[in-house]
């Protein structure tokens, strides 16, 4: 096993160092000329630092001062979103330079041109500003999202349900105390009758939800039932699990592992480990028929399961809401082409049989601070019983 992970760490140092070199020789190459006594050792250095900061500061985040290690892994991940973009970009023009020298569709002189070279570059420039400066923007805007949804069972004490369901915080360095202030004072005025966490919650590390007291955040959201969580992947990537959910239980969180509990009489929460855990944990997630087999079935079954894979289980077990995140929705177009081919749902609201789907984009970021063709938001659901 340490092999297989070696090789695989190995051949991701060998892929993202050809990319970034490539990347980062295309820019010498038309922008170096034009920019008078810049040294090309220097520029290799501070390049080379800037391609390497994210994953270095996430490997090891207390290595650096703080002050230092926070603003390397933000400059990192800026980076991270540029990198995709050009990527795709300085490939579509060199591609293009290939098939000009074959079938000669544009004249070669104008290729050969200093300035046609720059005007290119600065183009390639301002589409990426403009894509970091919209993406930053669109992942820091959450929106509210609704729908409206019944339920064929009976529950005498309650005709609605108001759920609200914020997936995927990743709370970190990046979506700090002040943008969870921002979701929480957005879920209280939503007014919720009960709130839901599918997971990850935090990004990567325990350390920033202790040292800025988000804790005391969560404390202030205003719910009539209370807030439930299942856990997340990042959960895992954080560390012990046992102390992750000891912190998020101090801050008012009922962290379901496997497990469902009864509301008001009237309809249970259940929540499912992520199978992701498993390699944390050494615990293999128990099935869902064995969750809710001594349920009263003739009550709403409302599920939290991080991942929307399999969806025939829950439907099979006629779980009647299944709430999920974890895809971001690809977060970065056109990577929602990839996360649409693997999952039967990606994203918003799927009914098969009796049973009915609902997954979010989520409300932070993972890696890029940025969204590009999809939004960070909250989920609001409106349930009717019959």
């Known amino acids: 096993m340490n092999g297989v992970i070696i090789l695989v760490a190995i051949l991701f140092a060998f892929l993202y160092g050809s990319i970034n070199y490539y990347i980062g020789l295309r820019v010498w190459q038309n922008l170096g000329i034009h920019i008078p006594y810049l040294n090309a050792k220097i520029y290799w250095v501070l390049f080379s630092i800037v391609a390497v900061s994210y994953i270095f500061t996430t490997l090891l985040p207390s ?21 995709f973009y050009l990527i795709l970009m300085l490939s579509i023009i060199d591609l293009i330079k290939i098939l000009n020298k074959k079938f000669v569709f544009i ?18 420039g301002v589409f990426i500003f403009g894509i970091m400066v919209y993406g930053t923007w669109s992942a820091r805007n959450a929106i509210v999202t609704k729908y409206d949804l019944n339920s064929n069972k009976i529950v005498s004490k309650k005709k609605t349900l108001k759920v609200i369901m914020v997936s995927d915080i990743h709370l970190g360095v990046i979506v700090d105390n002040n943008r969870l202030t921002d979701m929480v004072n957005k879920i209280n005025e939503l007014n919720p009758d009960i709130v839901f966490i599918p997971g990850d919650i935090i990004d990567s590390n325990l350390d920033p939800f202790v040292k800025e007291k988000m804790g005391d955040n969560f404390k202030r959201i205003k719910s009539k039932y209370g807030v439930y969580a299942c856990l997340g992947n990042h959960e895992g990537i954080a560390g012990n699990v046992d102390d992750v959910v000891k912190n998020f239980e101090s801050a008012g969180i009922n962290v379901l592992r496997d497990k469902a509990v009864l509301i008001n009489n009237s309809f249970y929460v259940i929540g499912r480990e992520d199978t992701s855990l498993e390699r944390a944990t050494k615990v293999k997630r128990k099935d869902l028929s064995y969750l809710i087999k001594d349920l009263d079935k003739s009550k709403p079954l409302l599920l939290m399961d991080h991942q929307p894979g399999n969806l025939s289980e829950p439907e099979n077990q006629k779980i009647d809401l299944q709430l999920s995140g974890h895809t971001h929705r690809g977060q970065l177009f056109p990577a929602n082409i990839i996360t649409k081919a693997i999952f039967e749902i990606d994203y918003g609201y799927l009914k098969k049989k009796n049973s009915q789907f609902i997954v979010s984009s989520g409300y932070g970021t993972w890696g890029p601070p940025i969204r590009l063709g999809s939004r960070s938001e909250i989920v609001e659901m409106n349930l009717k019983f019959k």
């Open 107 to 124: 004249p070669r002189s104008l290729f050969e041109t200093a300035n046609v070279s720059l005007i290119v570059t600065i183009v390639v």
């Open 63 to 83: 290595f650096l001062p703080s002050i230092i290690s926070n603003r390397l892994n933000i400059i990192g991940s800026y980076w991270m979103a540029m990198m």
